[in-house]
């Protein structure tokens, strides 16, 4: 994502949990901490989990516990979203 969209992002964040919806979010960044650099708001809202090296078999993980937990079907993504590991 370029700059201006993570900067979006940061403040799109901090807006929807004012309303008590939370997101999970599975990404890289190669700085530490950088949403909270855009919005400082999210310091102490937000947990990172360093996932690297990624297998297959993770992200398969958690996606199977993502539809568990959000009652929601990844099947037709799911092909698309292992292939760009």
Do not use: C, S
């Not at 799109?12 to 309303?19: G, M, V």
């Not at 599975?26 to 690297?52: A, S, T």
């Not at 959000?70 to 099947?75: A, E, R, S, W, Y």
């Amino acid at each position: 994502m370029n700059e201006d969209v993570q900067k979006q992002l940061a403040i799109d964040l901090r807006i929807f949990e004012d309303y008590n919806i939370l997101f999970i979010i599975l990404g890289i960044w190669r700085e530490k901490n950088r949403l909270p650099q855009y919005n400082g708001d999210l310091l102490d809202r937000l947990i990172e989990v360093p996932v690297e090296p990624w297998e297959e078999e993770d992200l398969r993980r958690i996606l199977r516990e993502g539809e568990r937990l959000l009652q929601v079907h990844f099947q037709k993504v799911e092909r698309e979203l292992v292939e760009t590991l």
